[in-house]
């Protein structure tokens, strides 16, 4: 009995002491996130191919990734491919879902909980403006998801489309994107990064202490030019995920700043 609980406070301490040293900054060095999300795009096969091209590049690469948190978050029915694909390497890639049931486990047909999610994901986004937009999700079943994504132990990425939207308490990551600066929206219009940096300043002023991330049609391309903005801790890719090249691209741009 006593050596049960012995275990599991070790585990809760070992737990925290990753989990804190992924997300806190090595100080003098500005910590990075990128997080690539496929939406309801790609099949196996595609995501075979990626993860082929993926890992020939990462054989190549400079390997020094302790700078980044990466996460790719493709679509629910390809994460045990990608969690098999990442086991047989020693990539530092990270999985995370596009989302979470806002119930637990039960007679939910057809949702995904949080429970099922952690044994193949640690990350999951939550409150992406496509699903406020297309599935009518509002900040009370924002809320419900990210208690249950909790309980699951997954880290979160709440995606706000302006400094004005409300994010609730727990969150990991905050990532703002504003709607129309999405690649599928606007044709390829990121924002200036000046002004997302402005926008940033607000969300980091009333949430200290959580990092905030941009996303809206960042490319390698601009990638740098959001991440030397100093609100900016971050970006998420839609589009450019998609692409290995790019997305290893935009990974190892991050590993390399100065
Ligand atoms: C996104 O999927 O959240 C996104 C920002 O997409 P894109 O990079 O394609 O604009």
Redesign the pocket.
């Known amino acids: 009995m006593i050596d049960c609980l012995y275990v599991h406070v070790l585990s809760l301490i070992l737990e925290r002491n990753i989990r804190f040293r992924m997300l806190q900054p090595t100080p003098g060095m500005k910590h990075f996130f990128i997080a690539g999300?496929w939406?309801s795009f790609k099949g196996q096969n595609d995501a075979r191919t990626w993860f082929a091209e993926f890992i020939s590049l990462w054989k190549t690469g400079t390997h020094q990734w302790s700078s980044v948190t990466a996460v790719l978050c493709p679509p629910y029915t390809l994460l045990p491919f990608a969690r098999d694909a990442l086991s047989e390497t020693t990539i530092p890639l990270q999985l995370g879902a596009q989302d979470v049931s806002p119930l637990g486990e039960g007679a939910y047909t057809g949702e995904i909980n949080a429970g099922q999610v952690s044994e193949f994901a640690s990350w999951t986004i939550i409150g992406?403006s496509e699903r406020r937009k297309n599935l009518g999700e509002t900040d009370p079943l924002l809320i419900q998801k990210v208690s249950q994504a909790k309980a699951a132990g997954l880290h979160i990425m709440y995606c706000v489309q302006d400094e004005s939207v409300f994010v609730p308490d727990g969150v990991d990551v905050i990532a703002y994107?504003p709607p129309w600066?999405?690649?599928?929206v606007s044709g390829g219009i990121a924002q200036n990064p000046e002004s997302a940096n402005r926008v940033c300043e607000k969300i980091v002023a009333k949430h200290p202490g959580i990092p905030v991330i941009y996303?809206?049609?960042?490319t390698p391309d601009n990638v740098l030019s959001f991440v030397r903005q100093p609100a900016i801790s971050g970006v998420?890719?839609?589009?450019?995920s998609m692409d290995p090249t790019k997305f290893f691209r935009m990974i190892e741009l991050l590993a390399t700043v100065s």
């Open positions: 999300n939406k992406h994107e600066a999405i690649s599928a996303g809206g049609s960042t998420l890719p839609g589009g450019a």
